[in-house]
C-alpha cells in the first residue's frame, strides 16, 4: 500500500485481499461480475483504492446478512446511479437486527450440568447445540453461550418438573416449526397489506426503504404481543378442559356452529399449505375431517347391517 493519507491509499491487489479478508480469487471474480469498480490500470499493475476496500465490505455485510450476490449487484447499481443506498441498508439493518430485548448470557459447563442434576450428559448438550439453544464458545470446551437465557431457564424448570430431556428437545422442535410457520403467515399478511407499496421498485428508492424500516420497528412487537394474546387464551382453554377430563367433570356441550383449535404436526400444516395455499389450510382441514367422518359413518352402517343380515340368516 502507497500514499500518504486515507484518501490517497493505493493497493495493489494482494494488498487488498489481506485489507478487506477477500481472496485475491474472490476480488476477481467480484470484477467480473460488476460488483467492483474497475481499477486503475498503471504499467501492468491493477491499482485500487479506499473506493475497492469499502466496496469488498459492504459486499462481505450483505453476504452475511443472507443477500446472493445479484441481488447486492443491484442495490450496489442502485447506489452508484445515485439512488442512494442508506435507506435501504438501514432496512436491512431493521431487519436483521434483534427481536427481543433479551440479552445473550454465557454459562459453563459445570453450572450447567448442576442446573439439569448434576450429572453430565453430552448427547444432550449435542441436542442443545443443535437447536441453538447453546452455542460453542470458540476455544473454550467448558463454556457454552446462550442466546435466550429464557429458553433455557424452561428447559431448566421443565426438568425440574419430571420431563426427560429427549422429550423436552422433541418439543421444542415441533414447537419451533409451527412458530415459524405462524412467523411466516404474519409476514405474508404484512407485506401483502403493508409493505407491498414500498417493494415495488427492486431495489427499493431510499426514501421507501426508509419509511418501511420505520414500519418494521412499529410492527415488530405486535407479533408478539398477539402471539401472547392468544397463547394466554389457547393455554386457559386447554387447560380447563385437561382439568375437567382427568377430575371426570362433564364436557360443555359444543354448539353446531362453533370453532375449537386444534394442534396440527407443522409438517401436516405445510404440506396442506403447499397443496392449497396458506389461507385454505384450516378450510381443507375442516373438509377433510368432514370426510373422513362420514366415511367411517358409512362403514360402520356398512358393517352394522352386514352383522344383521348374518344374524337373520341364522337357523
Known sequence: MTGAGAQAAEYRIEDLAHASGATVRTIRAYQDRGLLPTPERRGRANVYRETHLARLRQIADLLDRGYTLASIKELLEAWDAGRGLGGVLGLVAEVHGPWTDEEAD???RRELDARFGGRQDD???????????????????????????????????????????????????ELRGQVEHIASRFLEFTTEHVFARYLGHRPPTDSDAAEAASLVRRLRPLAQQTVDAELARAMRTFATRHLHHHLGAQEPAIAEDATRPVLLPARTTQAVQELVGAECVAEFVAAATEREVQARTLDDLTATHAKKGIINESP
Request: charged share 25%; glycine share 10%.
Open 106 to 108: 454465557r454459562i459453563s
Open 123 to 173: 448427547e444432550a448438550i449435542a441436542e442443545a447445540v443443535e437447536l441453538g439453544v447453546l452455542e460453542r464458545v470458540p476455544g473454550r470446551d467448558d463454556e457454552f453461550l446462550v442466546p435466550s437465557p429464557q429458553e433455557l431457564a424452561v428447559a431448566v424448570e421443565l426438568y425440574g418438573a419430571g420431563v426427560p430431556l429427549p422429550a423436552i428437545s422433541g418439543h421444542l422442535r
